[in-house]
């Protein structure tokens, strides 16, 4: 079992819909990770929380929009999307940075 | 930049076969080095980590020691098994780096 919990698990959406991606740990890290994985591929960074303040956008396009409400909670916004967006959303945390990260299941996202 | 270089895949493989997957590294200073498992279907786990020269991580059978000299971090394993069917992402955390480097990652079939 995760103990990087992530919802919804699967989620199909047009390209003028909003929907939004949820994480939540319960293990009190203070680093959370936003990442993106096509198939047979490795993850892709997109984000980086530390202390609930965004230190890293890997110069992620705007229709993708992080949220960390607080240290347990991690949110991504998506908004007007494009079906090359189509991929695995994983999120990940981590107790301090240089330690290893934990992963949740992830989202498969599709657009139509 | 920091990088990761793993074998590729697909490796196939009997059971009770020896494996080892290579993975080598390029970076500056002292990262920590990690293999991750990724089943189908789900996320990335930790499969073991080290974090300094001649370290050995373990942890399922799985080993694979910390060589600077070679700035290496090859995953054996002696005996496989069906069950370890999955892909392996070799990564590494540099000094001081908020952020996971990702080798290609290897696909690996253990066929009874």
């Known amino acids: 079992d995760t103990e990087v919990t992530q919802t919804p698990k699967h989620l199909v959406m047009g390209m003028t819909n909003k929907k939004s991606l949820k994480c939540e740990q319960h293990?009190?890290?203070?680093?959370m990770y936003w990442y993106k994985q096509k198939a047979k591929k490795p993850p892709e960074l997109m984000f980086v929380?530390?202390?609930?303040?965004?230190?890293i956008n890997e110069s992620v396009p705007s229709r993708f929009s992080p949220e960390c409400p607080n240290s347990s909670l991690l949110n991504l916004h998506l908004h007007a999307l494009q079906p090359e967006d189509s991929a695995l959303y994983l999120c990940a945390s981590s107790q301090d940075h240089n330690q290893p990260q934990h992963f949740g299941d992830g989202t498969r996202l599709s657009i139509l | 930049g920091d990088s990761v270089t793993q074998m590729e895949g697909p490796v196939t493989l009997s059971e009770e076969a020896f494996l080892t997957i290579n993975c080598t590294y390029t970076?500056?200073?002292?990262?920590?080095l990690f293999w991750y498992v990724q089943y189908p279907g789900e996320g990335l786990q930790l499969l073991l980590k080290?974090?300094?020269?001649?370290d050995k991580g373990s942890n399922k059978g799985f080993e694979a020691t910390y060589r600077k000299e070679t700035t290496s971090f090859h995953l054996e394993k002696g005996s496989v098994q069906v069950s370890d069917s999955a892909v392996y992402f070799c990564?590494?955390?540099?000094?001081?780096?908020?952020?996971?480097?990702f080798g290609q990652g290897t696909r690996l079939t253990i066929n009874p």
């Open positions: 293990m009190g890290h203070r680093a």
């Open positions: 929380y530390s202390y609930e303040k965004l230190s």
């Open positions: 990564a590494l955390s540099g000094q001081g780096a908020q952020k996971l480097v």
């Open positions: 970076a500056t200073g002292y990262p920590s």
């Open positions: 080290a974090t300094k020269a001649d």
